[in-house]
T-cell receptor, first 111, second 116 residues
Framework: QKEVEQDPGPLSVPEGAIVSLNCTYSNSAFQYFMWYRQYSRKGPELLMYTYSSGNKEDGRFTAQVDKSSKYISLFIRDSQPSDSATYLCAMRQNYGQNFVFGPGTRLSVLP | DTGVSQDPRHKITKRGQNVTFRCDPISEHNRLYWYRQTLGQGPEFLTYFQNEAQLEKSRLLSDRFSAERPKGSFSTLEIQRTEQGDSAMYLC??????????????FGNGTRLTVT
């Protein structure tokens, strides 16, 4: 079992839809959680950064962390074709550990 | 903030040749990471530096791989005797570690290596 798992997709939604992207993980020691967006042939771009459990909102993006279930989510409201990309979750235990990434979910928002 | 810069963007080499990549981090960042990413996979950790000290190296990393950050600024990643399995995107990222806290990683656009 991989440490961090994501449904690879592709996930196709119509423009304006609410998108839900999820990651599950096996290491209960993870405390810091991030979501990155990666366009084709580009590096990952940070979207959200959260610590421990709870919700965080930034514009159209909401990140949720449920440590008891070892499950994190990213919601995208009013999705746009420009949101079409691969979404990577990443996490770490503490500042002495490196970041572990999921394999990514490919999202396609259709006009 | 000029972002993380990587050079070259794309490198094509023949099997058995040595290659070297360069990364220039965000100027105020003291930590620098190297990751490798293959198609359909997330980035896989290779190694990281704090200033000029290499603090961690992946156990999966072959002895053919070496990284340096001689003055705590830019870093180089060298792969000796390249193999076809080395074909991947090599990503550099940087962060600021200060006062017991660390910012999230900021990535460059990577160097795509193709070994023929």
């Amino acid at each position: 079992q991989k440490e961090v798992e994501q449904d690879p997709g592709p996930l196709s939604v119509p423009e304006g839809a609410i998108v839900s992207l999820n990651c599950t993980y096996s290491n209960s020691a993870f405390q810091y959680f991030m979501w990155y967006r990666q366009y084709s042939r580009k590096g990952p771009e940070l979207l959200m950064y959260t610590y421990s459990s709870g919700n965080k909102e930034d514009g159209r993006f909401t990140a949720q962390v449920d440590k008891s279930s070892k499950y994190i989510s990213l919601f995208i409201r009013d999705s746009q074709p420009s949101d079409s990309a691969t979404y990577l979750c990443a996490m770490r235990q503490n500042y002495g550990q490196n970041f572990v990434f999921g394999p990514g979910t490919r999202l396609s928002v259709l006009p | 903030d000029t972002g993380v810069s990587q050079d070259p963007r794309h490198k094509i080499t023949k099997r058995g040749q040595n290659v070297t990549f360069r990364c220039d981090p965000i100027s105020e960042h003291n930590r620098l990471y190297w990751y490798r990413q293959t198609l359909g996979q997330g980035p896989e950790f290779l190694t990281y530096f704090q200033n000029e000290a290499q603090l961690e190296k992946s156990r999966l990393l072959s002895d053919r791989f070496s990284a340096e950050r001689p003055k705590g600024s830019f870093s180089t990643l060298e792969i000796q005797r390249t193999e076809q399995g080395d074909s991947a995107m090599y990503l550099c990222a940087s962060s600021l570690f200060w006062g017991g806290s660390e910012s999230p990683l900021h990535f460059g656009n990577g160097t795509r290596l193709t070994v023929t």
